[in-house]
């Protein structure tokens, strides 16, 4: 008998989350690997270190739930590095609990302009005004900054077992297959949000193809559909993954000028007849006198 999924928490600990939860892993570190800056951020989900490839000297995990363990957010240059977070079930003695600073995420404590990175798995789909959370990552980011979504697909097998649980369980007979916080967003519905947003999408993939079920045997046995699927139904996959870059119109990135350009010696030029002679004088009949 399943046992009934009634957080994040829990349906990290099932087959099918560790199945997730494992190609998130991949591609996050894949993609965030080759990113470049100083300072990163990633919005909920601590159990997922979405930022652990990630070479940027300063780096949070914020959570809009529970309570900061410093009481405040770390200020800005001067952050706890991620890769000192507890892995669930890991114990380093006094190691934080993988949550750098706790704060809403429609009112980030971070300067406009002033991220290079911000990752989201799962993040805006968890959050009760998704559409604030977005336009507050487009704040904080700097032109050229970019964003990584990760979510669930509402038109994959995934996201129609869980509707159809939704509508059994106003009969009371339903079981939910997934964690019941939150609400799923459209790959092409969050790709408009971003262009409204003045974000231009780098990439997007999907991924998880194997059909919903609860154990791991019956997940390992349709193994072969995640080879299959990018070909045959590539956008079905249970997961989007999602590379934004913020744009800024009317900016142009001019080289540092390292050396001042010679000045061009100009030479005196002769101009002909500077002073002209004066009219002659003519007579009535135009001869010249």
């Not at 190691?95 to 980030?108: H, N, R």
């Not at 993040?123 to 487009?138: I, K, N, S």
């Amino acid at each position: 008998m399943s046992v009934q999924i009634i957080g994040l928490q829990d349906f990290f600990q099932t087959p099918q989350g560790r199945y997730l939860k494992g190609w998130e892993q991949q591609q996050f570190d894949r993609v965030v690997a080759d990113m470049f800056g100083f300072h990163a951020l990633q919005l909920g989900l601590p159990d997922i270190d979405a930022l652990q490839a990630n070479r940027m000297p300063h780096r949070w995990c914020a959570s809009n739930v529970g309570s900061s363990p410093s009481g405040c957010p770390p200020p800005l240059g001067n952050a706890r590095h991620l890769s000192t977070v507890r892995a669930p079930g890991q114990s380093h003695g006094d190691a934080p609990t993988g949550v750098d600073l706790v704060c809403d995420f429609a009112a980030l404590p971070f300067p406009a302009n002033s991220l290079d990175l911000v990752v989201l798995p799962h993040a805006l789909e968890l959050d009760a005004d998704p559409h604030a959370t977005l336009r507050e990552v487009e704040r904080v980011l700097v032109p050229e900054g970019r964003v990584v979504i990760c979510g669930v697909n509402p038109a994959s097998l995934w996201g129609l077992r869980q509707r159809r649980a939704h509508l059994y369980r106003r009969f009371g007979t339903g079981q939910l297959f997934l964690p019941k916080e939150g609400e799923f967003i459209g790959y092409w519905r969050l790709r408009d949000w971003l262009r409204l947003l003045s974000f231009e999408v780098e990439s997007g993939r999907f991924g998880c193809y194997r059909p919903a079920v609860l154990s791991e045997p019956m997940l390992e046995r349709f193994a072969w559909m995640d080879r299959a699927g990018p070909r045959w139904w590539p956008i079905f996959g249970a997961l989007y993954f999602i590379v934004a870059v913020k744009r800024v119109r009317g900016m142009r990135l001019l080289p540092r000028a390292w050396k001042t350009p010679a000045t061009r010696a100009v030479a005196p030029v002769s101009v002909a007849n500077r002073h002209p002679a004066p009219p002659m004088p003519l007579d009535a009949d135009g001869i010249v006198r």
